[in-house]
């Protein structure tokens, strides 16, 4: 038997949505594309905050995107001062519970992305959904952004005409704190909602940018009346010491150790 012949049998029963998967790559493929054009066109500050609060993309350089349907966040002990190496995984449990420090509900598709200093742009990022106890509709998403300190843009850190309802606070540890809103997203459509709170810390060389909606790419135009998460618990995440681009507290990289690859199941979900 020809080689081609059997590989062409071991993937007899292999089925997939094409169509699906091909509206899903063009769609997020569009948004990355309008978003890199927007860093170009409106300036470091406002340019780093839509690449920040943008939908999700896989980018190039990644470990391989962590997806885990369950309801739960990664159990996470007290932590105890020790780090390791950012992982894909890492990010996303550390996400996951971050969240669910501040808030009771229930979660799906987590995602992350760690990236090694060859990497795009030195950037870290996880996503997740998170459907509160309290309230009414879809699951809104949860999005984390680890930057370079340098993509905040200069100092003073102040606010780009297109924030709503935008406040700038120094805090005492020396860190600038960011919080505003953004309505009506391109890609998710009217009524969406994000509250956005980012934490720039010139002793880290960090941006922390963490985002809640009202809604997620998946939900069809089911919307909530609010965001998931208020501006006040998106501070107490954004404001963690322990965020860093390359390395978190080992409990983060174990629990994320424990989340599951990508499967059509698990992704067919919410």
Request: net charge negative; charged share 25%.
């Amino acid at each position: 038997m020809l080689l081609r012949d059997s590989l062409a049998d071991s993937v007899a029963e292999v089925t997939a949505d094409l169509p699906a998967l091909t509206r899903d790559a063009r769609r997020r493929g569009t948004t990355l594309r309008r978003r890199r054009r927007a860093y170009v066109g409106v300036g470091s500050v406002a340019a780093a905050a839509v690449l920040g609060a943008g939908v999700w993309a896989v980018l190039p350089g990644a470990d391989p995107v962590v997806v885990e349907a369950g309801t739960a966040a990664p159990s996470v002990g007290p932590l105890g001062g020790e780090t390791a190496t950012a992982t894909s995984r890492g990010v996303a449990a550390a996400l996951a519970a971050a969240v669910d420090d501040v808030a009771d509900g229930s979660f799906g598709r987590f995602r992350g992305a760690a990236y090694d200093l060859t990497g795009y742009d030195h950037e870290a990022f996880a996503s997740l959904l998170f459907e509160p106890d309290q309230g009414t509709g879809p699951a809104g998403e949860v999005f984390l952004n680890l930057q370079p300190i340098g993509m905040a843009g200069k100092r003073p850190y102040t606010c780009h005409p297109s924030f709503a309802d935008c406040a700038v606070q120094q805090l005492p540890n020396g860190d600038t704190l960011r919080t505003y809103r953004e309505d009506d997203d391109t890609e998710i459509g009217q009524g969406s909602r994000r509250l956005v709170s980012e934490v720039i810390s010139p002793a880290r060389r960090l941006r922390v940018i963490v985002f809640a909606m009202n809604t997620n790419p998946w939900a069809g135009g089911e919307l909530r009346d609010r965001p998931v998460l208020s501006t006040a618990q998106l501070t107490e995440i954004a404001r963690e010491p322990w965020w860093n681009r390359t390395e978190l507290p080992v409990e983060y990289i174990a629990a994320g150790a424990g989340l599951s690859d990508y499967s059509d199941a698990t992704d067919s979900e919410s």
